[in-house]
Nanobody, 120 residues
Framework: QVQLVESGGGLVQPGGSLRLSCAAS????????MGWYRQTPGKQRELVAVMSRDGSTNYADSVKGRFTISRDKAENSVYLQMNSLKFEDTAVYYCNVQIRSIATPQYNYWGQGTQVTVSS
């Protein structure tokens, strides 16, 4: 069994910062890409940022220069530092991790989601 646990969402004023965390645990053999997606009501889930196993990153244009993704391989964790938050960053944020477990081939696992609300 593999589990992802997210934390760090909340309410913040425009221009503020939040840091999201996602920790993977369980029968993990290896981890490939780790990333963050977000979703608002009535819209499809969209990529925010992703980091591959070799450390290369990809960001949505809307968050470039404001958000930073990082990972801690020893802790099987991925983080999203969000600065200069805007109203339009309000969404439920999900971490996504490509994990090969001890018993199964690589699979995309999703966190439970954490609400980020940017409001004055």
């Amino acid at each position: 069994q593999v589990q992802l646990v997210e934390s760090g969402g909340g309410l913040v004023q425009p221009g503020g910062s939040l840091r999201l965390s996602c920790a993977a645990s369980g029968s993990i053999f290896s981890i490939n890409a780790m990333g963050w997606y977000r979703q608002t009501p009535g819209k499809q889930r969209e990529l925010v940022a992703v980091m591959s196993r070799d450390g290369s990153t990809n960001y949505a244009d809307s968050v470039k220069g404001r958000f930073t993704i990082s990972r801690d391989k020893a802790e099987n964790s991925v983080y999203l530092q969000m600065n200069s938050l805007k109203f339009e960053d309000t969404a439920v944020y999900y971490c996504n991790v490509q994990i090969r477990s001890i018993a199964t081939p690589q699979y995309n696992y999703w966190g439970q989601g954490t609400q980020v609300t940017v409001s004055s």
